[in-house]
């Protein structure tokens, strides 16, 4: 490294998805649409929550906070993302695309965490009843949502701590629509091994130790339902089935980036918007509107607040 004839980056150039018109024209009505609907749908179960006292309990406390972070995940490339679509020259400044990096991988290293944590609550709902409400009272809750914050920042720092500074001598382009590590390290002027395995041992641990958690305790609760009442296992499947198509959606671009940051596809990018649009609109769906309890809350808020309206 010593020696290099070294430049100072000012602004990332974002390649974007495509530089066709028609599908610039598709994509801004398909993302604006999806965006507004997953902030007004994670927006309402937060308000919800918060407003009726019959959902103040350990499994809802955790569903508004998932809503709360799936509205960051989406508000931190989203925006920018439609802005850039009919900009011919995309651009982020240095320091615009460091801050990009750490809050997404902040918010996504604590909805992991979350998520593991509403797995954990909901198994032990299912496989002891009797003691949930002294086990998942609300200081324990508190602290898990804290535990789940501290990792997210704590992975999100470890990383950015080693790229920070690294060296650029040559193009500043990244073949994508928002910063992102694996791509970012590939525009150093140094050898990038060492920092890929860093990528891949940090992001890549997390989402995969993240993911088979969820299906070792989804199967746990299948177990358990199953040997207590078979006739609850079809609605059981039925239940863990939609949580799983989101887990799925949500991990699987996550496994594919970052557990072979080596391997940096085209297809990263468009694997990515299951990420930052289409899963924090269905987590609204899957998680809470088909909850019986949370649309009978729903409607009762709406009926309060058409009655003041008439006062």
């Known amino acids: 490294m010593g020696g290099g004839n070294y430049s100072v980056v000012h602004e990332i150039v ?16 398909v993302f604006s649409v999806f965006y507004v609907a997953g902030i007004l749908g994670n927006f309402l179960i937060v308000l919800t929550v918060i407003s009726d006292s019959h959902l103040h309990s350990p499994m809802y406390f955790l ?4 809503s709360f972070i ?10 920018k993302m439609i802005y850039d679509l009919f900009k011919e020259r995309k651009v982020i400044s240095f320091q615009g695309c ?27 709902a ?25 990792i997210g920042i704590t992975h999100s720092l470890i990383q950015l701590v080693f790229v920070v500074n690294l060296p650029f001598c040559g193009s500043s382009e990244v073949d994508s629509f928002y910063c992102d590590l694996p791509r970012f390290i590939r525009l150093a002027c140094t050898v990038i091994y060492r920092l890929e395995l860093i990528v891949t041992a940090n992001s890549g641990f997390i989402s995969l ?42 991990f699987g671009p996550c496994i594919f980036v970052y557990s072979w940051p080596f391997l940096t596809v085209p297809v990263d990018k468009f694997l ?16 809470t509107f088909r909850n019986k309890e949370m649309k009978v809350a729903m409607r009762r808020i709406f009926k309060q607040s058409c009655l003041m309206d008439l006062s």
Request: charged fraction near 5%; glycine fraction near 4%.
């Open 63 to 66: 569903l508004a906070n998932l």
């Open 70 to 79: 799936d509205m960051w995940v989406s508000s931190i490339t989203v925006p």
């Open 209 to 250: 130790g993240t993911f088979f958690i969820l299906i070792i305790s989804y199967i746990f609760i299948l177990v358990t339902v199953w040997q207590h009442s078979s006739g609850g296992l079809s609605k059981a499947l039925s239940t863990l089935s939609a949580h799983m198509t989101v887990v799925v959606l949500y």
């Open 98 to 124: 460091i801050t990009q990096m750490f809050f997404i991988h902040v918010i996504g290293g604590t909805e992991m965490v979350l998520l593991v944590v509403m797995a954990l609550d909901r198994y032990v």
């Open 14 to 29: 974002l390649v974007g998805l495509t530089s066709s018109l028609e599908m610039q024209l598709v994509l801004f009505l």
């Open 126 to 150: 299912i496989c002891r009843p009797l003691h949930y409400l002294t086990i998942m009272n609300f200081r324990t809750c508190t602290f898990l949502l804290v535990a789940a914050w501290t």
């Open 272 to 287: 990515a918007i299951f990420d930052v649009i289409i899963t924090p609109f269905l987590n609204p769906a899957i998680y």
